[in-house]
């Protein structure tokens, strides 16, 4: 069982920046694979980026490839997401998941945090 909670939403303006981390629970963090997810009302839940847990390796949405970076630092049990260059369209609640692989699809990750809130100003 792993939880995660996520933090660093706000508010910036269109070409801004802002850092959001997740912190899960629990001694085995480096064993999972871990994502960003984003939501905006009345729209399905969206693949943003993920990390793998073996290698490192990333992989990214096309709309925010170039844009965001996702990071891990297992001694932390933390996962980060950077995002610099923010458009208003960016503007969704993100949330934190965790799984055993890698994927882009929702259905492949069980554990979800509560989601944190970003909003991108024009």
């Known amino acids: 069982q792993v939880q995660v909670v996520e933090s660093g939403g706000g508010l910036v303006q269109a070409g801004g920046s802002l850092r959001l981390s997740c912190l899960a629970s629990?001694?085995?963090?480096?064993?999972?694979?871990m994502a960003w997810f984003r939501q905006t009302p009345g729209k399905e839940r969206e693949f943003v980026a993920t990390?793998?847990?073996?290698?490192?390796?990333?992989l990214y949405a096309d709309s925010v490839k170039g844009r965001f970076t996702i990071t891990r630092d297992n001694a932390k049990n933390t996962v980060y997401l950077q995002m610099n260059s923010l458009k208003p369209e960016d503007t969704a609640v993100y949330y934190c998941?965790?799984?055993?692989?890698?994927?882009?699809?929702?259905?492949?990750?069980?554990?979800w945090g509560q989601g944190t809130q970003v909003t991108v100003s024009s």
């Open positions: 990390i793998n847990a073996v290698d490192g390796s990333t």
């Open positions: 998941a965790a799984g055993y692989s890698d994927s882009t699809s929702r259905s492949r990750y069980n554990y």
């Open positions: 629990g001694r085995t963090f480096s064993m999972y694979t």
